[in-house]
Structures are given as structure tokens and as C-alpha cells.
């Protein structure tokens, strides 16, 4: 009965949302144990940490993602909608050969089936690989030969700025099958010369407004048992300037493929490694301005291949 009101609860949150375009995710691996009696509660408060590294192509990406902070257990209730219910306050660094971002991460799971989260963090382009290129116009060319282009005639610079990101992941899993959306907005505002600028981001694969909002969405459908996550993930993203897609860098985004996770193990906590996961996920681009045969064939899917792994450091309070 409760998990056939999860179930409910869920589909019914997610048809609106709007989620996530960062291929495979360090939490893939994470649903609630079948069977209660095999619950173990987490200590009450702990030093946790996660780390999650992608390599990603078309677009072509490498990026780590790494989140240290206190994680404070809300309740030892063995109830499939109250385990492992938590908050979590830390640092959060995500670094890749282009750009850094380092800043606070905060998130709260007061129920199985939902998961909120916010990140404000400064942000720094090296002026490598070809950004930050920018635009006055959501028109703009910026497929991939346009941007290496500009890049080979010095057009890229450093910049610094700061993101904010709002978020929310809502879940249930009945049996072996498992859905899940996850959903963004997010905003970055760089130290650009003038005002109403667009920018290529490479980690969104998209003209960022700057100053603006944009918003992204990941829906999975997955068949989870023992050590196997195997489904298929739709994305979704888009900006949120009202342009409604009438220019290249205002369409919205959309893909959907197969996913693949393995994880190695789950041990009791707490422990120092703990859910080694390695993830495989492949995505055809169904809209996009550039990947869908205008520049790239549209058989070639976007392909993303990543490990994560988190584990306690400390325990604080059993």
C-alpha cells in the first residue's frame, strides 16, 4: 500500500518537472533495501563525502564532481518512505580541464521518494579549449566548427562569475522497476564588459543567457536488482527567456537512450569507501540544432561513462 502511494505520489510530481543534462550521476545507484528488516540505520551525524568522475562524447566533456560535508541523520524509522531520510551541509567542487567551480552544497531527503538540493558557488573559466566565446545574439552559429574557429583566433577568454542551482529529485521503486525525475534551474552570472550577453556552456551544451535562467530534466525508468541499474533516461533542457525556441541557441534540447550501472557493493555503514558504482549511458539527440544531422549525424548519441563512490570520514554521533 505504501508503495503503491509512492509510486502514485511520484508520477504524478514528475510529469511537469524538468531535470538534470549531465549524463550517468553519482546517486544512479541509490534506492531504498526491499526489505526492511534488512534496514541499518546510518550514524546520527557524520563527515560524508562523494566523489563522481564522467567522460562524456558529443559533446566531448571529462568532469569530477566532489561533495565534503556534515550528513545528519532525520530519523531510524525502518518505513519504506522514512529510511535513510537525511540532511546534508558541505563544500561542493566540481572541476574539468576548461573551468572550476568551487562553493556550498546543501541538500535535505525528508522522505524516501524526494530529495531537494540548492548550490551557490563561484566559478572560473581558464580560457582553455575554446572558453568563454560569447554572443549578443540567442541567434548565433555556435556548433562545433564555428566555436573552434573563434577559439583558433584568439576570441576566448577567462572569466569568473558565480552559479546558483536549485533542484529536486522525486523517486519510488515497486519490485525490480524503479522511476525516478530529477529536476534543475539553473542560473550563472559571469564578470562579462556588458550587459545581455549569451555565452557557450559546454557542460549545458547550450548558449547560456548571461544573468539568465535555464532548466534541465532527466526521467528514468530503471530495472534494479542486486548489483544492476539497467533502463533508459529521457533529457530535457531548455533557457527560460520566453523565446520558445525560435532561435538556435533558445531551442530546447531533448535526447533519450538506454543506461547501464554496476555497483560493486553496498556495505553496512559506516565505511570509508563504500558503493563503488561505474555507469554507462548513451543517448540519441531527438532535437538539437547542430546534433541531429545539421553539423553531426544524428546516429551518433551523445555517450557518457563515469565511476562514483562516497564513504564517511568521521563519525560524529553514532
Not at 23 to 39: C, L, S, V
Not at 151 to 171: N, V
Not at 297 to 315: E, M, Q, R, S, T
Amino acid at each position: 500500500m505504501i508503495r503503491t502511494l509512492a509510486t502514485s505520489l511520484l508520477l504524478l510530481a514528475a510529469l511537469p518537472a524538468h531535470a538534470q543534462d549531465r549524463g550517468a550521476r553519482a546517486d544512479d545507484a541509490a534506492f531504498a533495501a526491499d526489505d526492511p528488516d534488512e534496514y541499518v540505520p546510518p550514524p546520527a551525524d557524520r563527515l560524508w563525502y562523494s566523489n563522481a568522475t564522467f567522460l562524456r562524447y558529443n559533446p566531448l566533456g571529462l568532469i569530477n564532481v566532489h561533495r565534503l560535508g556534515w550528513r545528519h541523520r532525520l530519523s531510524t524509522n525502518d518505513s519504506i518512505l522514512l529510511q535513510d531520510t537525511y540532511t546534508f551541509v558541505g563544500a561542493g567542487a566540481i572541476v574539468t580541464p576548461a573551468w572550476a567551480r568551487v562553493g556550498l552544497y546543501a541538500e535535505a531527503q525528508p522522505l524516501a521518494i524526494l530529495r531537494v538540493f540548492v548550490d551557490v558557488s563561484g566559478v572560473g573559466y581558464f580560457g582553455t579549449f575554446d572558453q568563454i566565446l560569447t554572443w549578443d545574439d540567442q541567434g548565433a552559429k555556435y556548433d562545433d566548427r564555428s566555436i573552434a574557429d573563434r577559439g583558433d583566433a584568439g576570441d576566448a577568454s577567462p572569466e569568473i562569475g558565480y552559479t546558483l542551482t536549485f533542484g529536486a529529485t522525486l523517486r519510488a521503486k515497486v519490485g525490480p522497476i524503479a522511476v525516478r525525475s530529477t529536476a534543475q534551474v539553473s542560473r550563472i552570472d559571469l564578470s562579462l564588459d556588458q550587459e545581455g550577453l549569451y555565452f557557450y556552456d559546454q557542460y549545458w551544451d547550450r548558449l547560456a543567457p548571461d544573468g539568465g535562467w535555464m532548466v534541465l530534466n532527466d526521467f528514468d525508468m530503471l530495472y534494479v536488482e542486486d548489483k544492476l541499474r539497467l533502463g533508459a533516461r529521457w533529457t530535457f533542457s531548455d533557457t527560460l527567456d520566453g523565446n520558445g525556441g525560435a532561435t538556435d541557441g533558445a531551442l530546447a534540447h531533448h535526447r533519450v537512450g538506454p543506461m547501464f550501472a554496476w555497483q560493486f557493493y553496498d556495505k553496512k555503514l559506516p565505511r570509508k569507501f563504500n558503493q563503488p558504482t561505474v555507469f554507462v549511458l548513451a543517448q540519441w539527440w531527438l532535437k538539437h540544432p547542430y546534433r541531429t544531422g545539421a553539423e553531426q549525424p544524428a546516429a551518433l548519441p551523445l555517450i557518457a561513462a563515469g565511476f562514483a563512490f562516497n564513504g564517511d570520514l568521521k563519525v560524529l554521533r553514532e
